[in-house]
């Protein structure tokens, strides 16, 4: 696979030079237009043996290019706070935003390369890995983003003798260290690993470059040249790609806009779902709810309090209709948590750095560190729901959503949080109902908005979009609890027993 790349390339010094003014030119021309467009996000990844010209090729571009537009991140060892969040968190944290330029350095690339030559990853483990990166790389491709790859090489001799150099001279001397000379004794097994990497991950979405490496005038020109050329491509067209790319820029709470028919339109949108089969009719006693509540709030404390000292952390999710009592049932499970460890995170309609980002990336930073609590009031899931059925996202882009969502939530879980989803049911007579109180008392009165009677009119598109949710995203690990909330003490009792029973099976 790298013998192309040990050639022996070369650029002279007068060639370099009067290549050089022009490419600099065209280089901060389209990284102009890419920040002007705003269309789509630029993520360039450097991998490659030591001493290949990584660390020299982003510090090139940074400063051939305006560094103002560009995220530049070189990761080692993930620290305290890191480590306490899945391993992605630190990779989604630092994406770049539409228009803007990431260059990375030993990112998502170099923990299983390192473990796969170290043997501490079997090769079927190794390969699930690479699995998950062809995954992430996949969610982000699909959202518009342009994926630049190099694998900066060379051979055996050649990398010893860039080590050699590095080395003897006093002002380098502090770029090698013990463990780029212990690579390089492991050579073989490096070689071996980057073989498989680049053969499972080199896919048209996201390929990977082979640059030569021992020439650093050719090395700089192939780089940069790469992605020029990259970038004015996808700037180009075609026409349909920049206004998949283009979309995620465009939405806002402003007034949606029209989709053709789609399956929960007309005759399919009557047929029986997943909700239909709910027992609506479940009531609680007031007395029997004011002790159960009690109870169950000491359970949950107690629970939470175990969590916290082990170091498991809670996401608690939760979708339903408007006036369903998703504020009631949060407020009785934050009761009984302590303040100091407990986050609510109300999602409203994206913010303009939110919008500039894919969809998934402002509920990755949310993450908390280990012990704590989460309440997502509305979620991800807004994609499969309200983007949905309002046509802020394009068919294609809730279709592939399921999966996203299902990998995403497949790594909180993998880190060891516990993952609780409620999806809080009430009657389409009871919602009336409640509108109607809301409108009589004047301290609820603000709760209630001409939205809410909108989407009231969608109720059947809704109803087919939740069962679809239902049906994809309930999986083994993150499963849907369905919460009848007719009775809003019956729901709440029903939330709170819920959230104790997956916290006790976590901590057993």
């Known amino acids: 696979m790298f013998e192309a790349a040990e050639l022996g390339r070369k650029v ?17 021309d389209v990284q102009g237009r890419l920040r002007d467009a705003g269309q789509f996000p630029v993520i360039v990844l450097f991998g490659g043996v030591d001493g290949a010209g990584k660390s020299e090729s982003v510090n090139l571009l940074t400063d051939w290019m305006d560094p103002r537009w560009m995220v530049t991140r070189a990761y080692g060892p993930p620290s305290d706070e890191e480590r306490e969040r899945p391993e992605y968190w630190r990779f989604w944290r630092d994406l770049p935003p539409r228009g803007r330029i990431g260059l990375f350095l030993s990112a998502w690339y170099s923990r299983p390369l390192v473990e796969r030559v170290q043997r501490k990853l079997r090769r079927a483990e190794f390969g699930a890995q690479l699995d998950e990166i062809v995954d992430f790389e996949r969610a982000l491709t699909d959202d518009g983003a342009l994926i630049l790859k190099f694998w900066m090489h060379l051979d055996k001799k050649s990398q010893k003798a860039r080590l050699e150099k590095l080395e003897s001279d006093p002002l380098t001397r502090w770029r090698v260290t013990r463990d780029q000379w212990d690579h390089w004794k492991q050579y073989g097994r490096f070689i071996d690993a980057a073989e498989t990497i680049i053969a499972r991950t080199s896919l048209g979405n996201a390929p990977w470059m082979i640059v030569e490496g021992g020439d650093e005038r050719y090395r700089s020109l192939t780089v940069a040249t790469a992605l020029r050329d ?12 920049r206004a998949v790319a283009a979309k995620g820029t465009a939405r806002s709470a402003a ?15 009557s047929r029986q779902t997943i909700l239909s089969a709910l027992d609506m009719s479940q009531r609680v006693d007031p007395s029997h709810y004011k002790t159960s509540l009690e109870r169950l709030q000491g359970r949950l404390n107690a629970l939470h309090r175990r969590a916290e000292r082990r170091g498991v952390s809670t996401i608690l999710v939760f979708e339903g209709w408007d006036a369903a009592g998703k504020g009631g049932a949060i407020r009785r499970l934050t009761a009984a948590i302590d303040a100091r460890a407990c ?53 294609a882009e809730w279709m592939r959503a399921a999966a996203e969502i299902n990998q995403f939530e497949a790594q909180l879980v993998a880190h060891g949080m516990v993952l609780v989803k409620f999806w809080i049911h009430i009657t389409r ?11 009589r008392l004047s301290y609820k009165r603000w709760k209630l908005t001409d939205e809410d009677w909108r989407n009231r009119k969608k109720w059947a598109d809704y109803e087919l979009a939740v069962n679809d949710m239902i049906e994809r995203t309930s999986t083994h690990d993150a499963p849907w609890t369905l919460v009848e909330a007719n009775d809003k003490h019956f729901a709440r009792l029903k939330v709170l027993e819920t959230a104790c029973e997956r916290l006790e099976a976590r901590l057993a």
């Open 343 to 395: 986050q609510v995170i109300p999602i409203a309609a994206p913010t303009e750095e939110e919008r500039a980002q894919h969809y998934l990336w402002r509920f990755w930073r949310h993450l908390a560190r280990r012990g704590r609590v989460t309440i997502f009031d509305r979620s991800w899931y807004g994609r499969l729901l309200v983007e949905r059925v309002e046509g802020f996202a394009t068919e």
């Open 12 to 28: 002279s010094s007068a060639d370099y030079k009067a290549q050089v003014p022009a490419l600099r030119e065209e280089l901060l």
């Open 230 to 241: 990259a970038i004015r491509k996808r700037l180009k067209g075609p026409p349909e790609r």
């Open 429 to 439: 007579d009871e919602q009336l109902r409640r509108f109607r109180a809301r409108e």
């Open 255 to 269: 007034a949606p806009r029209q989709l053709p028919a789609s399956p929960s339109r007309g005759r399919e949108a």
